[in-house]
């Protein structure tokens, strides 16, 4: 089973999108991981307004500190704007996202970001291998 980490800085929006289409898309095909290098307290409420109009439920997920064994038990490490933050070991995949920031936004804003995240997960589980 292919492993995917998604890391942003507070692990309340990009990450946790992206992180809840794969387990959608994949049908629980690939294992999931999200984490942020500084966590919020809580989801951004517009990102979880937006998510549930797909059919998504946000509202168990809570942001989670970025810790270097996440990124060892990850095949594909997709960073989005957290700089740094993020480890770099031999023999994992590394992609950098370049997504706008939903941090501060309304729905209407997150909407598109949304739609981009999507888009690109469905990309990323073409390129995996799922059994």
């Known amino acids: 089973m292919s492993s995917v980490l998604y ?8 990450s946790q999108m992206a ?4 387990r959608v898309l994949s049908e629980g ?16 409420p517009a990102v979880h307004e937006a998510m549930l109009e797909e059919g998504i439920d946000l509202s168990a997920e809570s ?6 064994d996440a990124v060892q038990a990850s095949d594909v490490v997709i960073t989005m704007g957290c700089g ?9 995949r590394y992609e950098d996202w370049s ?14 970001i949304r739609d ?16």
């Open 19 to 22: 992180a809840a289409y794969t």
């Open 63 to 68: 942001p989670t500190v970025l810790t270097t």
């Open 99 to 112: 997504l706008a920031d939903p941090a501060g936004q309304g729905v209407a804003a997150v909407r598109p």
């Open 7 to 14: 890391v942003c800085v507070h692990n309340a929006g990009r």
């Open 29 to 44: 095909a690939v294992e999931v991981r999200s984490a942020g290098s500084a966590p919020a307290d809580s989801i951004n």
């Open 116 to 131: 981009e995240i999507r888009a690109r997960v469905r990309r990323l589980l073409l390129s995996l291998t799922v059994e």
């Open 84 to 92: 740094d933050a993020c480890p770099i070991f031999p023999g994992k």
